[in-house]
């Protein structure tokens, strides 16, 4: 049943795409599709980069029909209600955006992992035969993870071709990692000139390890920090100012006279969650940077989890303390 609606879906995903109706050939889908396409290239799954745009155009159209109606029911106040629905659509569209570029980072971060492997299994069979093309025949056999599949493509596109640049250009170019493409440079150069380049694989081997073992070793010492500030911002914040928020109810229903105005009220819930909105993300981005070294990753890794947990618990503890409130 779920796998025949899912094939209903993609069915009429490819006809609105097909039929142009969703154009990103100008505009904003026309930057985002220029943004997805390197991405989408590395991690190469059924969607193109047009393809991968246009779901990001349906489905914040869809999430702002989505939330008119629960946002309402939060606010009662139709202005508040299309601010949310668009700032919500915009946020899903972000969702949608940011997947191939977490794909891509994930893939990436694989192939790198296994490097020392295939790295050291390939020095030890180039050191005894002393030819990179007979090495590389004898590793397609074994199992390397995604590395494998692109090791594989690569070595029989060479075989056909017989052009070693253009066969692992992805290897060294598309692949946005300095150890795989340095690792397929040396292995084109010793293929193109026969240049013993073991030691120079070793040492590079070496590297990586070194810098694997300090990633790791990073990420624990850090890894605490890291989870409080996230928790801080997704969780206790939301947690707190939406029962604080309809504290203030409490109190005006207890009291018998109305505290602020319905305005008043409506500016404090909006700054509640603008201010959750830019601590979100600045906690993110500092997260970003402590544990991989980009600002941008953290917006594009850890924001958008922080953000939905925080819209969830706020919501959660809105409607929670309305209970109490009545």
């Not at 039929?19 to 930057?31: E, M, Q, Y």
């Not at 396409?37 to 779901?55: D, F, H, K, M, N």
């Not at 489905?59 to 008119?68: C, E, N, P, T």
């Not at 240049?195 to 070793?202: A, H, N, P, T, W």
Request: net charge neutral; charged share 15%; aromatic share 10%.
């Amino acid at each position: 049943m779920a796998d025949g609606i899912l094939q209903i879906l993609k069915h009429a995903f490819k006809r609105v795409t097909k039929s142009g109706i969703i154009r990103t050939d100008r505009g904003p889908l026309a930057r985002i599709e220029v943004y997805l396409a390197p991405y989408v290239e590395v991690i190469r799954g059924e969607l193109t980069a047009s393809e991968w745009t246009v779901l990001v155009a349906l489905s914040s159209i869809a999430g702002f029909i989505a939330l008119l109606l629960p946002v309402y029911a939060i606010t009662s106040s139709p202005s508040l209600t299309l601010v949310f629905s668009l700032l919500g659509a915009l946020f899903i569209g972000y969702v949608v955006v940011t997947i191939p570029t977490m794909l891509a980072f994930m893939k990436v971060e694989s192939l790198e992992r296994a490097m020392p492997l295939f790295l050291s299994h390939l020095t030890a069979v180039y050191s005894d035969r002393k030819n990179m093309r007979d090495a590389l025949l004898s590793m397609m056999p074994m199992d390397y993870g995604q590395l494998s599949v692109e090791l594989r493509e690569s070595i029989s596109n060479f075989e056909v071709s017989g052009n070693p640049k253009t066969s692992f250009r992805r290897l060294r170019e598309t692949i946005d990692s300095r150890s795989v493409n340095r690792a397929f440079d040396l292995i084109i150069k010793s293929i193109d000139s026969g240049i013993d380049v073991s030691e120079s694989l070793s040492m590079l081997v070496n590297n990586i390890t070194s810098d694997l073992d300090a990633e790791a070793e990073k990420n624990s010492r850090i890894g605490l920090s890291t989870w409080m500030i996230l928790l801080s911002s997704s969780f206790f914040y939301p947690l707190f100012a939406g029962m604080g928020y309809n504290i203030t109810l409490l109190l005006e229903g207890l009291m018998g006279t109305h505290l602020y105005s319905a305005i008043d009220k409506q500016f404090l819930l909006f700054s509640l969650l603008v201010y959750m909105l830019l601590a979100n993300a600045l906690d993110a981005m500092f997260i970003g940077q402590v544990r991989y070294g980009s600002v941008r990753r953290g917006l594009i890794i850890v924001f958008p989890l922080m953000l939905l947990i925080a819209v969830v618990v706020f919501t959660a503890s809105m409607k929670l303390a309305g209970a109490f409130v009545g």
